[in-house]
């Protein structure tokens, strides 16, 4: 086998180990990772406007209102307006939005982290310099992506 066949059997099985954690996501609950992080962002914010879970989440706030949308009309958030100012709408989870985010499986990323923090601090450094070298390689450094391991719908600034 070549050198760079190497390199993309291992990107492919990463991108085969987010697509089948993503699955599992779906298949047990429901929803898309995007949608967890949502909600999971909206319980961890003082103020959970749209705009503030895009910065927590690190996408865009197009993307985010896109799933806000879909997540209000499967009852899991309701919208409200701010009690301090009426301009700003907040995101608050319902009992429903409350139970998925209890029954969602671990994060594929909480198992990486674990291994990833056992490493020595150039090891760590080392991956993170490949992988932002990888991203260049790929023509993919400005694709909106946030820093949570997820398949699906990427957009472009």
Same mark, same amino acid.
């Given at each position: 086998? =070549?050198?760079?066949?190497?390199?993309?059997? @291992?990107?492919?099985?990463?991108?085969?180990?987010?697509?089948?954690?993503? =699955?599992?996501?779906?298949?047990?609950?429901?929803?898309?990772?995007?949608?967890?992080?949502?909600?999971?962002?909206?319980?961890?914010?003082?103020?959970?406007?749209?705009?503030?879970?895009?910065?927590?989440?690190?996408?865009?706030?197009?993307?985010?209102?896109?799933?806000?949308?879909?997540?209000?009309?499967?009852?899991?958030?309701?919208?409200?307006?701010?009690?301090?100012?009426?301009?700003?709408?907040?995101?608050?989870?319902?009992?429903?939005?409350?139970?998925?985010?209890?029954?969602?499986?671990?994060?594929?990323?909480?198992?990486?982290?674990?291994?990833?923090? =056992?490493?020595?601090?150039?090891?760590?450094?080392?991956?993170?310099?490949?992988?932002?070298?990888? @991203?260049?390689?790929?023509?993919?450094?400005?694709?909106?992506?946030?820093?949570?391991?997820?398949?699906?719908?990427?957009?472009?600034?």
């Amino acid at each position: 086998m =070549k050198d760079y066949e190497e390199l993309f059997v @291992a990107l492919r099985r990463i991108t085969r180990a987010i697509d089948l954690h993503s =699955k599992k996501l779906q298949r047990e609950t429901g929803l898309t990772t995007s949608q967890l992080l949502v909600l999971e962002a909206a319980v961890k914010l003082s103020v959970a406007s749209p705009s503030n879970i895009a910065k927590e989440v690190q996408l865009s706030q197009a993307t985010v209102t896109n799933l806000v949308d879909r997540m209000e009309r499967n009852e899991l958030i309701l919208r409200k307006k701010s009690n301090e100012d009426k301009r700003v709408v907040e995101v608050h989870l319902t009992e429903k939005g409350k139970k998925m985010i209890d029954l969602a499986p671990e994060p594929l990323q909480a198992g990486f982290l674990r291994e990833y923090r =056992k490493l020595e601090r150039w090891e760590q450094h080392q991956l993170i310099g490949s992988m932002q070298r990888i @991203a260049v390689l790929m023509d993919a450094e400005d694709i909106d992506a946030s820093p949570i391991l997820t398949t699906g719908e990427l957009l472009t600034p």
